[in-house]
């Protein structure tokens, strides 16, 4: 009977033992899994603020791109009043034409800088519309990878209350979705 009781007390020692390292490894697996959760907030954010400031990169260029087709189209409509005055023959005298025609001229030369600005500037606009959009998704990939930590967090968890293996088993192949879902948002801005 001692031997019984001794091999008993043996094998829940072992258990006990068995059970710390159990919880050892899965307060490891836990924080691990808290870290990349925190990383995965971490670039979220950051791709949050990048994607505002390019939108807003964005809308600038826009603005200053139609302020200067409007500048642009001022210059035209200056340029053909003066036309139209010359033709009808308004500046009586060949110094007055001389002069309206010069002034014309400057409005027409001077027209085709802006239009080459405001075209550039449309442009800048579009090409930030577009990496605006690839860093929103890139955001939105991240969110999930984000998300897919913090279940694992909690299904690990519930297994050291539960311990059962089955939570931690799938905690631990969300968190490597996780990884590659962060590994895939961080690079898709790129």
């Not at 027409?108 to 442009?123: G, H, K, M, P």
Request: hydrophobic share 45%; glycine share 4%.
């Amino acid at each position: 009977m001692s031997e019984n009781v001794q091999k008993s007390l043996n094998e829940a020692e072992e258990l006990q033992q068995n059970i710390k390292g159990g919880r050892r490894v899965t307060s490891a697996l836990i924080a691990i899994i808290a870290v990349l959760a925190a990383l995965g907030t971490l670039f979220t954010h950051h791709r949050s603020i990048s994607a505002l400031t390019v939108k807003n990169q964005a809308i600038l260029a826009q603005a200053r791109a139609s302020d200067a087709y409007n500048k642009y189209e001022a210059k035209q409509v200056r340029y053909q009043v003066a036309q139209v005055l010359i033709a009808s023959g308004v500046p009586r005298t060949p110094e007055a034409r001389k002069v309206l025609q010069t002034l014309a001229d400057a409005e027409q030369t001077s027209s085709v800088a802006v239009l080459a600005r405001a075209q550039v500037l449309e442009a800048s606009s579009q090409a930030d519309e577009e990496r605006s959009e690839k860093i929103l998704k890139s955001y939105e990939t991240l969110q999930f990878a984000t998300t897919f930590f913090e279940i694992a967090i909690v299904l690990v968890s519930i297994s050291t209350l539960v311990q059962t293996r089955a939570f931690v088993t799938v905690g631990c192949t969300l968190s490597v979705v996780g990884i590659a879902l962060l590994l895939f948002g961080y690079f898709q801005a790129h």
